[in-house]
Nanobody
Framework: QVQLVESGGRPVEAGDSLTLACAAS????????LAWFRQAPGKEREFVAR???????YYTDSVKGRFTISRDNAKNTVYLQMNSLKPEDTAIYYC????????????????WGQGTQVTVSM
């Protein structure tokens, strides 16, 4: 079993930066494919970024160049550095993990955190 706990979400203004963290427990995080998803009010959960065991990263187009996903296996933690935040980035951000090679769909991930709210105002 894997437990994921996100932190770092808060209200910010457009253009600000924010870093989210997700701490994993139950098994060394080096075993995981790790990802961030987000869900805005009234919308479906969407893929944001993922990082493989070998730290290969992939981003959805809307965050490329602004967001950076990284992992610290010694701390069993994955981060999402978010720069130049926009109001459309407002959402609950979820950390996800799986031991198998995982893609961009939420169904690819077996383990989820509870989410952390990011609100970006004009």
């Amino acid at each position: 079993q894997v437990q994921l706990v996100e932190s770092g979400g808060r209200p910010v203004e457009a253009g600000d930066s924010l870093t989210l963290a997700c701490a994993a427990s139950g098994r060394p995080s080096m075993s995981y494919m790790l990802a961030w998803f987000r869900q805005a009010p009234g919308k479906e959960r969407e893929f944001v970024a993922r990082i493989s065991r070998g730290s290969i990263t992939y981003y959805t187009d809307s965050v490329k160049g602004r967001f950076t996903i990284s992992r610290d296996n010694a701390k069993n933690t994955v981060y999402l550095q978010m720069n130049s935040l926009k109001p459309e980035d407002t959402a609950i951000y979820y950390c996800a993990a799986d031991f198998r090679p995982a893609g961009l769909a939420s169904g690819d991930y077996a383990y989820w955190g509870q989410g952390t709210q990011v609100t970006v105002s004009m």
